[in-house]
């Protein structure tokens, strides 16, 4: 079977973590934003149909990106939509983009604005390995530190096994109508893949890839600039 796959990107967060004024997904990543990088990485996936854009309803810098991007801009402008529908949390801008679009039974693959240096061919081997999935999935990582629960006064209380333990990552993909449902019955849902849970399903663990970082400090920016200067 081979499908067609809606990409469903969220970028409305602020990025405060960061500690910069311009969000995260905009921040220069050499030469280009950070979302243009994700963007460019998704659109070389050809099984994926459409990459639909959450942005706040508040948001500044799209139509600058838009009016600068040059021939960056113009490669993507075909495969990409935006609607302007984000919310407060990861999960309202997801479910908000959901509500805003209909798909029916169509494979929707989220990723992260935040994750630029996911590889286009990492998305093949996770579409290859859930295409025919009865519930879908995500890319995760097995876990390499060792992992310390604290006494809440920053003292050890406990080790903890971290067997069968796993970092979850973008992309996650589901079909539409049970995400749309699983993400409306989970508010605090921090992923796609722990709404569907929720719902008394077993999402699959794909495996991931460490460069697949989200950028949420300043080191992870510097760790993506060298990343995508490699590649
Ligand atoms: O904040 P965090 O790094 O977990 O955000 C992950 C992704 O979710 C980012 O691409 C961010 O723009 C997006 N997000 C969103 N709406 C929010 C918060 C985060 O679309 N309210």
Redesign the pocket.
């Known amino acids: 079977m081979s499908s067609k796959i809606i990409a469903l ?7 405060t ?1 960061l500690g910069d004024s311009l ?3 905009y921040l220069d990543i050499n030469g280009a934003p950070l ?1 243009v990088h994700t963007l460019q990485a998704l659109a070389r996936v050809l099984r994926i149909e459409k990459i639909i854009v ?1 942005l ?1 309803p508040e948001d500044q810098h799209w139509r600058g990106l838009v009016a600068n991007g040059g021939s960056a801009w113009q490669a993507l402008s075909a495969r990409v939509e935006t609607i302007n529908v ?5 999960r ?3 479910l908000n983009g959901l509500n805003a679009i209909e798909f029916k039974d169509q494979w929707i693959m989220v990723h ?4 630029p240096c996911i590889r286009s061919e990492l998305v093949e081997q996770f579409i290859d390995e859930l295409e025919n999935d009865s519930v879908g999935g995500l890319l995760a990582l097995p876990l390499s530190d060792t992992i310390k629960l604290d006494d809440g006064n920053l003292r050890v209380a406990k080790t903890l096994s971290r067997e069968n333990i796993w970092r979850a990552q973008t992309p996650q993909m589901f079909k539409f109508d049970l995400l749309r449902k699983a993400l409306t019955a989970s508010p605090n849902a ?1 992923d796609e893949a722990e709404a569907i849970e929720a719902c008394g399903h077993q999402p699959k663990l794909v495996m991931g890839d460490s460069a697949n970082l ?3 400090y300043a080191t992870d920016l510097k760790l993506a600039k060298m990343l995508l200067s490699e590649s």
């Open positions: 990107i969220p970028a409305a967060g602020t990025g973590r969000p995260k997904q979302i959450v706040s984000g919310g407060k949390s990861r309202d801008s997801v992260d604005a935040a994750r921090t989200k950028v949420t």
